[in-house]
């Protein structure tokens, strides 16, 4: 069996008066867990979904040893692979940010902008790391499943109707 840390779940947050979020206490407890008891929130963009990732210290690792592997391989087959520009796409757009023992974190600018983040988001937990979307988006999104965009649909329209923040 793997040691890996597995997000999963949902939740809502919105921004405070002070643009903060806050991480879901489930997984800022694996958060914590997988970046070595620290309160180390790591932040990058999704490349194919338009929301942003979130994972602890591990998963960097791990996105990094996944390279080398792909290295090996395409060395052994006699493949080119251009390690640097796959490092680049996914270590180079990530962000570590700290967070208090609340769970509050303040969301990269320039994170918030390519995930059209403004005050509110909605986390997804899948797997080896978990999705913070901009509620519309995820909605909008037809590859997710129906159960969820009808969650979040429920959610902004419960939240128009002024049923929650």
Not at 85 to 109: A, K, Q, T
Not at 148 to 153: A, D, E, G, L, S
Request: glycine share 10%; proline share 2%.
């Amino acid at each position: 069996m793997s040691d890996a840390i597995l997000y999963s779940g949902n939740a809502f947050s919105v921004a405070d008066g002070k643009g903060r979020f806050v991480l879901p206490l489930e997984m800022r407890k694996l958060v914590v867990q997988a970046s070595a008891g620290a309160n180390k929130l790591c932040l990058s963009i999704h490349l194919d979904n338009g929301c942003a990732t979130g994972f602890g210290l591990s998963h960097k690792q791990f996105l990094f040893d996944e390279v080398e592997e792909l290295e090996r391989l395409a060395r052994e087959a006699g493949r080119d692979f251009n390690g640097d520009l796959e490092r680049e796409n996914r270590l180079g757009m990530i962000e570590d940010v700290n967070f208090d023992d609340g769970g509050r974190f303040f969301l990269h600018p320039d994170i918030k902008d390519e995930a059209g983040i403004t005050d509110a988001v909605f986390f997804y937990g899948v797997g080896r790391y978990f999705q913070i979307w901009k509620p519309e988006r995820l909605v909008e999104s037809s590859d997710r499943p129906a159960l969820i965009r009808n969650k979040v649909k429920r959610w902004i329209e419960a939240r128009a109707a002024g049923a929650t923040k």
